[in-house]
Each structure stands twice: as structure tokens, then as C-alpha cells.
């Protein structure tokens, strides 16, 4: 399971990377997988919440309308494109700019993303899931989580309304983990809120710290853990979606 404003608003206007990925295997894929001849849960459902780029259904077919009128944004049919302009354009994370990892199921995909530097150059930083929104063959990708191994994000529950300050939480394997928690809104360039740093390390060891934020007024938020400080300051993260009523 994903770790993947009510108002319409503009298409986000974040320009996407131009990746030159080398797909590898991907990562071991987390529920909720559409089973063989099955469909993906729809968004806004208790399983799967939209975070970016589109905050609404509505969003989303305004993009629709406007790429078939004038070919605009055409990278939001893009799996690769969309994974590597949430993780830079939205979270930030500018040295996670490589594709180390594809795989698409129809109208699902997961999406490795990892660092470009020589020393990161052949591991993930994490496995971004993505589905259609909307049921029209050129719907948009939409972020809707992570798929976790090693760093996860299982506090609050995906899909659960949070206040602040939100207690955060989950599990990390590594040594001399330092642990960053941001909260994010698709209509905000900053952070809602963050907290810094936990120092943390282990094999499965749990981890928590508490943020507190303000300003929350989209739907949906992102609340995404970072660690880093070894070749780079983020090096593995995860993400979770939170309600805001």
C-alpha cells in the first residue's frame, strides 16, 4: 500500500525533467496491486488518494481538454516524467534525477527513482506509484505513494484525516540514518511543516517524530520521511497521504 482543493484550480505548471533512464528490475511491488483482469481502486477511495500533480478529477480533465485543444503538458502522460518531476519539482529532492526502475500494468505503474551521482548511480531512492486518473485512455499518471522495503512511512495511516502537530512514524534498516519529515500541499511551494533531524539505523527499527504544520487547505496532503548524509542528503525516502477533512 502506498505509504501509494476541492476547488478547481490551474493544471500545475512544474516542468518536467528529461530523464535518460536504464530500467532495471524494479522493486517488489506493494498492495494494492490490480490482480490479472481485475481494476485499480479508485481515487479518492480508502486505498488510493491523489497527491500530485492534479489535486481533483476536475483538474485532471482540464489538463484533458487542454492537451487535445494545444498538446499542453504533454509529459503528464508520461509515467517516468511524472515520478521524476514529483520527486524534484514538488518534493524538492533535485539529486534524485534518474529512472532506476520501470514497470506499468495497464492503468498502474511503479517508477524507481534514484540519484545520478557516480556513488548512488545504480540504487533507488524509492518506488513511486502512479495510475490514471480519470478512465479516458490518455487520463494523466497521478502519484498516489510509495512502494516501501527498507525505509517506510506507516504513521498516520494512508488515507486518515491528520491534525497537527501529526505523530509520524514507521521502520528503517541502515546505519547512521538521519531522518527528515516534511508536510506538503500541491497548491504550496514550502513545506506546511517539517521536522529535522532523528538520527536512526538498525535492521527494521522503528522510528517516530511529531510535525506540526498550518496553512492545510487542499484535500489531500503529502507527508513524505527523507534520509540521507552519506553521498547525499536524500538518498532513500517514502511518502504517505493524509485528508484534511
Do not use: N
Request: aromatic share 6%; hydrophobic share 30%.
Amino acid at each position: 500500500m502506498p505509504s501509494t482543493s476541492t476547488a478547481t484550480s490551474p493544471t500545475p505548471s512544474t516542468s518536467a525533467p528529461t530523464p535518460t533512464p536504464t530500467p532495471t528490475a524494479p522493486s517488489t511491488p506493494a498492495p494494492p496491486t490490480p490482480k490479472p483482469g481485475g481494476t485499480t481502486p479508485p481515487l479518492g477511495s480508502a486505498l488510493l488518494q491523489p497527491l500530485w500533480p492534479f489535486s481533483t478529477l476536475a483538474q485532471a480533465q482540464a489538463w484533458e481538454r487542454d492537451f487535445h485543444s494545444g498538446g499542453h503538458q504533454p509529459w503528464h502522460l508520461d509515467p517516468d516524467q511524472t515520478a521524476l518531476s514529483f520527486t524534484q519539482g514538488y518534493l524538492g529532492f533535485q539529486d534524485v534525477s534518474r529512472v532506476s526502475s520501470h514497470t506499468v500494468s495497464g492503468r498502474d505503474a511503479r517508477i524507481g527513482v534514484g540519484l545520478s551521482t557516480p556513488e548512488g548511480a545504480r540504487g533507488t531512492a524509492a518506488v513511486i506509484h502512479l495510475v490514471r486518473y480519470g478512465t479516458d485512455p490518455d487520463a494523466p499518471w497521478e502519484v498516489v505513494g510509495t512502494d516501501d522495503t527498507t525505509f517506510s512511512l506507516t504513521m498516520p495511516a494512508y488515507g486518515s484525516v491528520a491534525h497537527s502537530p501529526v505523530q509520524t512514524g514507521g521502520r528503517i534498516t541502515g546505519v547512521d540514518e538521519s531522518i527528515r519529515v516534511q508536510v506538503r500541499q500541491p497548491s504550496s511551494t514550502a513545506p506546511l511543516g517539517s521536522f529535522c533531524c532523528l538520527p536512526a539505523g538498525g535492521s527494521g527499527e522503528p522510528w517516530h517524530a511529531p510535525v506540526s504544520f498550518s496553512g492545510a487547505h487542499d484535500p489531500v496532503l503529502t507527508i513524505v520521511a527523507s534520509t540521507g548524509g552519506h553521498i547525499s542528503s536524500v538518498e532513500r525516502f517514502t511518502v504517505t497521504a493524509v485528508r484534511t477533512g
